[in-house]
């Protein structure tokens, strides 16, 4: 149960400050935090302009103290679209209160309002809480299958390979 004052809305673009400043949190929860390249103009111009993910922010007591971000994905073999959740993300201090799973469900609110068919995520191995949180909504775990990725150069080294 969230905790009694506390909302969970759209981020505005009043809200980007926050939520840009959350993210270098979680970076830092993670370990990852030398891997924030990413700016506010960036984030605004991701979020309003281009529409490529969406966001949510909790506030308690008037202030942002977590979000949520995902985006749009599609199954070929269900044929139908699904939501990817990139970060769902709550302050330390106020872990505890409801309002990861109230992030997390209004996420899934969203995916089932547009009648998508599945939510996926990633969570790093050694994050036992977030496992443990993720497994008691219900999650399943994919064991057969592995995250890849291309970033940077070799990203541009692929779209190369092609050929003109």
Request: charged fraction near 30%; aromatic fraction near 10%; include cysteine.
């Amino acid at each position: 149960m969230i905790e009694r004052g506390a909302t969970i809305r759209p981020v505005e673009r009043s809200d980007l400050a926050a939520l840009m400043a959350m993210i270098r949190e979680l970076a830092a929860y993670e370990r990852l935090a030398d891997r924030v390249t990413g700016d506010q103009r960036q984030l605004e111009e991701s979020l309003f302009e281009l529409r490529a993910a969406e966001a949510l922010i909790a506030e308690a007591d008037g202030a942002p103290v977590g979000y949520a971000i995902y985006f749009t994905t599609f199954s070929s073999f269900l044929c139908r679209p699904g939501l990817w959740c990139e970060d769902v993300f709550v302050r330390p201090e106020r872990r505890g209160e409801g309002l990861g799973r109230a992030l997390f469900a209004a996420v899934a609110k969203v995916a089932a309002e547009r009648g998508y068919e599945r939510l996926d995520w990633v969570v790093l191995d050694w994050n036992e809480s977030a496992i443990a949180f993720y497994r008691g909504l219900g999650a399943s775990h994919l064991d057969d299958w592995q995250t890849m990725r291309l970033e940077g150069e070799r990203l541009r080294l692929a779209a190369s390979a092609g050929g003109e």
